[in-house]
């Protein structure tokens, strides 16, 4: 047996699977989004029905909301745990990256927990401050996962600048948010845009979350499932499907070009 | 300078509280008798009994497809990581990227992409190896990629050549050079599809029978309709399971990282 041919049968079972279970069904996906009465016009059906390009721009308005706040946040944290050494930093560490596990549902109940009828915010304030299935609450479940997935990109790159960047900088004499402002970001920069192409793309595609937290609130994974489930609007479910992939999968592909990490987009 | 220190360690304070804070509540809600009037109404595992009695099976379901999902994830991901591995180039880039699709699209667009050309195959559609194709779809990436990234680094081609001197066959070779050298991306990236498999939710949701619920989607079906001790009894066993897990995993990704820098 030659080790060509041996390449090639390590290949094989990669290749039956993908082909059935991915290439397949996406070709499918792609066909059945033309297969409804309008045919490929239900792209055009899209931008012609105001729900749809609502419930578009408010999950475009809620992500870049979240991916704003995750890099501020995400941002600050990492920078502080990567240059001080303290006790109790590495169990600051584990807590911030611990949802990484958690499926988007429990991050709603989550929200719920704080923020729902029986939830610490309105056990602790006078009156009745319920805001879990508000945009707000979407915003908080969102920002939840994507703190942790923000993080650990922006360390792994904080790790790699040379420290001798900012000690030049300082020893000609400039101050700390200089330092910050004209070292740190610039060479941050390809970092926290591959960071929040990530938070974006994973807001844009949370559907555990949503699905708990979003029970008035049109996003577009929830009209896509109700659009399939109670409409059972099969051509148009698929077609709102492959929009969204399409965003998501070119955010990502720009993201890891400029990163090169492994990154998911769960929730 | 002091001043921006107190205050970079506020926020992160803060952000580990948001993180935080709800998850201590859940565990806490678990194991109160009544929630609603506090840790006073006492300490009580019958929330957490109850969960168990209600859904020990989807608990089982998961684990199953878990270990299920582990077992094809390793005999697909490590043979293609291998041939990947061996002639690096524009080809096996393509290749790995297109695998990579699925952490790309949301699971819901697959899960759709799936039911529309498997959904009338009855006997597969209502068999738990639907949910399994679903997992593996997702899982696949991490472990080839984690396998990739050991032989990456190690000289593949020289210990593989030497082994031929000796008079091993390509199949010797890789039962014997390859897979002992690639434990540890198995182990890192193992780790990894049995937590993401377990927590899996977005694909499931759409893949599941009344039948088949696997503890994400027993999760969610507790958040709906049961009370909130329930709920947070049935999360607690559910932070029990992953979060060993995560930590494994994550030991497990920063030992290869370090093995092989």
């Given at each position: 047996?030659?080790?060509?041919?041996?390449?090639?049968?390590?290949?094989?079972?990669?290749?039956?699977?993908?082909?059935?279970?991915?290439?397949?069904?996406?070709?499918?996906?792609?066909?059945?989004?033309?297969?409804?009465?309008?045919?490929?016009?239900?792209?055009?059906?899209?931008?012609?029905?105001?729900?749809?390009?609502?419930?578009?721009?408010?999950?475009?308005?809620?992500?870049?909301?979240v991916?704003?706040?995750?890099?501020?946040?995400?941002?600050?944290?990492?920078?502080?745990l990567?240059?001080?050494?303290?006790?109790?930093?590495?169990?600051?560490?584990?807590?911030?990256t611990?949802?990484?596990?958690?499926?988007?549902?429990?991050?709603?109940?989550?929200?719920?927990?704080?923020?729902?009828?029986?939830?610490?915010?309105?056990?602790?304030?006078?009156?009745?401050?319920?805001?879990?299935?508000?945009?707000?609450?979407?915003?908080?479940?969102?920002l939840?996962?994507?703190?942790?997935?923000?993080?650990?990109?922006?360390?792994?790159?904080?790790?790699k600048?040379?420290?001798?960047?900012?000690?030049?900088?300082?020893?000609?004499?400039?101050?700390?948010?200089?330092?910050?402002?004209?070292?740190?970001?610039?060479?941050?920069?390809?970092?926290?845009?591959?960071?929040?192409?990530?938070?974006?793309?994973?807001?844009?595609?949370?559907?555990?979350?949503?699905?708990?937290?979003?029970?008035?609130?049109?996003?577009?994974?929830?009209?896509?499932?109700?659009?399939?489930?109670?409409?059972?609007?099969?051509?148009?479910?698929?077609?709102?499907?492959?929009?969204?992939?399409?965003?998501?999968?070119?955010?990502?592909?720009?993201?890891?070009?400029?990163?090169?990490?492994?990154?998911?987009?769960?929730? | 300078?002091?001043?921006?220190?107190?205050?970079?360690?506020?926020?992160?304070?803060l952000?580990?509280?948001?993180?935080?804070?709800?998850?201590?509540?859940?565990?806490?809600?678990?194991?109160?008798?009544?929630?609603?009037?506090?840790?006073?109404?006492?300490l009580?595992?019958?929330?957490?009994?109850?969960?168990?009695?209600?859904?020990?099976?989807?608990?089982?379901?998961?684990?199953?497809?878990?270990?299920?999902?582990?077992?094809?994830?390793?005999?697909?991901?490590?043979?293609?990581?291998?041939?990947?591995?061996?002639?690096?180039?524009?080809?096996?880039?393509?290749i790995?990227?297109?695998?990579?699709?699925?952490?790309?699209?949301?699971?819901?667009a697959?899960?759709?992409?799936?039911?529309?050309?498997?959904?009338?195959?009855?006997?597969?559609?209502?068999?738990?190896?639907?949910?399994?194709?679903?997992?593996?779809?997702?899982?696949?990436?991490?472990?080839?990629?984690?396998?990739?990234?050991?032989?990456?680094?190690?000289?593949?081609?020289?210990?593989?050549?030497?082994?031929?001197?000796l008079?091993?066959?390509?199949?010797?070779?890789?039962?014997?050079?390859?897979?002992?050298?690639?434990?540890?991306?198995?182990?890192?990236?193992?780790?990894?599809?049995?937590?993401?498999?377990?927590?899996?939710?977005?694909?499931?949701?759409?893949?599941?029978?009344?039948f088949?619920?696997?503890?994400?989607?027993?999760?969610?079906?507790?958040?709906?309709?049961?009370?909130?001790?329930?709920?947070?009894?049935?999360?607690?066993?559910?932070?029990?399971?992953?979060?060993?897990?995560?930590?494994?995993?994550?030991?497990?990704?920063?030992?290869?990282?370090?093995?092989?820098?």
């Open positions: 047996m030659s080790i060509r041919f041996f390449s090639l049968a390590c290949l094989l079972p990669l290749a039956s699977f993908t082909l059935a279970f991915l290439a397949l069904p996406l070709t499918r996906l792609v066909l059945g989004a033309a297969s409804g009465d309008d045919g490929w016009g239900v792209y055009w059906q899209i931008l012609q029905t105001p729900r749809y390009i609502s419930a578009l721009l408010q999950t475009i308005w809620i992500s870049a909301t991916t704003v706040a995750a890099l501020a946040i995400s941002t600050t944290a990492a920078l502080f990567q240059r001080n050494r303290f006790p109790g930093r590495s169990l600051l560490l584990s807590v911030l611990l949802p990484l596990a958690f499926p988007g549902v429990v991050v709603g109940f989550m929200i719920i927990l704080l923020a729902g009828r029986q939830g610490l915010v309105n056990q602790l304030t006078p009156g009745h401050t319920v805001f879990a299935y508000s945009s707000f609450g979407l915003f908080l479940g969102y939840y996962f994507s703190i942790p997935r923000v993080l650990l990109t922006v360390m792994a790159a904080a790790e600048i040379d420290p001798a960047l900012e000690e030049a900088a300082r020893t000609l004499g400039a101050p700390a948010w200089r330092v910050t402002w004209d070292v740190l970001l610039p060479a941050l920069r390809p970092a926290l845009i591959a960071a929040g192409a990530i938070a974006f793309a994973t807001a844009m595609g949370a559907f555990g979350t949503a699905f708990t937290l979003a029970t008035d609130i049109d996003v577009l994974p929830m009209v896509i499932y109700t659009e399939f489930t109670l409409s059972a609007n099969f051509a148009m479910a698929s077609a709102l499907s492959v929009v969204l992939g399409l965003v998501t999968w070119g955010l990502l592909l720009t993201a890891r070009s400029l990163s090169g990490g492994t990154i998911a987009a769960g929730g | 300078m002091r001043i921006a220190k107190a205050l970079q360690l506020t926020l992160t304070l952000a580990c509280a948001f993180l935080l804070v709800p998850t201590i509540q859940s565990v806490l809600a678990g194991v109160t008798a009544n929630y609603f009037r506090g840790l006073s109404s006492g009580t595992l019958k929330w957490v009994a109850e969960v168990w009695s209600l859904y020990s099976g989807s608990i089982f379901l998961s684990i199953g497809l878990a270990l299920a999902c582990l077992v094809v994830t390793t005999l697909i991901g490590v043979p293609a990581a291998y041939a990947l591995a061996r002639r690096p180039g524009r080809g096996s880039r393509v790995e990227e297109f695998v990579s699709l699925p952490l790309a699209i949301p699971g819901l697959l899960a759709l992409a799936l039911l529309q050309l498997y959904g009338s195959l009855q006997g597969f559609r209502a068999h738990w190896s639907f949910i399994l194709v679903g997992h593996v779809l997702y899982t696949l990436p991490f472990m080839l990629r984690a396998v990739l990234a050991v032989l990456a680094a190690i000289d593949l081609r020289s210990l593989e050549e030497s082994a031929a001197t008079g091993a066959g390509p199949w010797r070779r890789f039962i014997d050079v390859v897979v002992p050298n690639a434990l540890p991306g198995v182990l890192a990236g193992g780790l990894t599809v049995v937590t993401l498999s377990i927590g899996e939710f977005n694909l499931t949701w759409m893949l599941h029978t009344p088949l619920k696997t503890l994400p989607v027993g999760l969610a079906d507790s958040y709906a309709s049961m009370r909130l001790e329930i709920a947070s009894a049935y999360t607690l066993v559910f932070f029990v399971m992953i979060v060993p897990l995560l930590m494994a995993m994550q030991w497990a990704s920063s030992r290869a990282q370090r093995m092989f820098r």
